[in-house]
């Protein structure tokens, strides 16, 4: 893992590490440093069409997630449609917008898309300078998709795993722990015979119920996977309940602005654009169907949720005060993202 990987683990893994890392964020001088990272990634931003992107080309799951707004999604649950894949394609190219970041991924399981691979076959042959990746559980690779995981030019897979033992995963997630686990070291054990680059990752979500496995989940996985993602459970602007016990971020840290907001473009699958990845139904009105999309991406809810990030005023919007997004301490802004 890199070092920013293993700092970002340390705080949301360990009470102490979070205590001390916020004591930084109030040192002036830390602040003074990444408000000046901030001004100046806006203004390169500004110049230059670069954004990463989050395409949710599934919105339906086999999973039960209890930290996830899924089931209660208001909007339609589908495959993203080839017409809407095609629009998203045609815009980046013809608005010369150069994709850093692929991410084939918002709320549902990527693979129940059965275009999946074929669709990043496309991306990387357009945009190939591009990282590709997904976010997935899993639970229905097979043969057939372990290896088109390896060939198809996939960069990166973030495997959502949470737990160490088949109880507390069936607890978190419904579903079959040592079908996922064997699916995992699958995909490894065919990576490394390959010879294919595709990098692999483990995340666990904290909560109540499996704070225990933290520390028995990294060091199962360490030795296998090229990173690991710790993250304590969200409320998605209080979509959810966080279990009791779960932890939370400290009342009256300091928030910094949220760069997902000025440079990740989220759209859904039926080709709408949500405000960030905490936002789980979309803007209304906003599809790329209908208009450019860094026009889109300029729309007023945007606009205003960026100038009230910039004021200061983060407390105020409930989707975002318990985001890792504000409470990441700056880290965001100084640290690139890549797996």
Not at 81 to 105: H, K, N, Q, W
Not at 119 to 130: M, N, S, V
Not at 235 to 252: L, M
Not at 302 to 309: D, N, P, Q, S, Y
Request: aromatic letters at 8%.
């Amino acid at each position: 893992m890199r070092f920013s990987e293993r700092v970002r683990n340390w705080i949301e893994g360990s009470r102490t590490a979070g205590v001390i890392y916020d004591a930084l964020t109030r040192n002036r001088i830390y602040q003074a440093l990444v408000l000046r990272r901030i001004e100046s990634r806006i203004a390169w931003l500004e110049r230059r069409p670069v954004r990463a992107f989050m395409l949710e080309v599934s919105s339906l799951c086999n999973a039960r997630c209890s930290f996830c707004p899924h089931g209660g999604l208001t909007r339609k649950k589908q495959i993203m449609s080839t017409e809407v894949f095609d629009a998203i394609v045609g815009r980046i190219r013809a608005e010369s917008i150069t994709p850093s970041i692929l991410d084939l991924f918002h709320l549902g399981e990527p693979l129940l898309d059965r275009h999946l691979f074929d669709r990043i076959r496309t991306l990387k042959r357009l945009f190939p300078a591009a990282w590709v990746r997904f976010t997935t559980n899993l639970n229905l690779a097979d043969d057939r998709i372990i290896e088109e995981m390896t060939t198809s030019g996939l960069d990166s897979v973030h495997v959502s795993l949470n737990a160490t033992s088949a109880e507390t995963y069936r607890e978190l997630m419904g579903l079959d722990y040592e079908r996922t686990a064997r699916n995992v070291h699958r995909l490894i054990e065919q990576r490394n015979a390959s010879g294919s680059s595709l990098k692999v990752l483990v995340s666990m979500v904290i909560h109540g119920t499996n704070e225990d496995q933290v520390r028995p989940f990294i060091r199962e996985w360490a030795a296998l996977v090229d990173s690991i993602k710790l993250q304590r459970a969200l409320d998605w602007g209080g979509a959810i309940d966080v279990a009791s016990g779960s932890r939370r971020y400290a009342p009256g840290k300091v928030l910094f602005p949220c760069n997902d907001l000025f440079e990740r473009i989220v759209i859904t699958s039926e080709g709408t654009l949500a405000l960030c990845c905490q936002d789980p139904e979309g803007v209304p009105g906003l599809s790329i169907l209908d208009r450019p999309i860094l026009e889109a991406f300029s729309a007023p809810p945007f606009e205003a949720m960026r100038r009230a990030h910039l004021a200061g005023e983060i407390r105020s919007i409930r989707k975002c005060v318990n985001c890792f997004g504000v409470n990441s301490n700056g880290a965001n802004w100084l640290f690139e993202r890549r797996l």
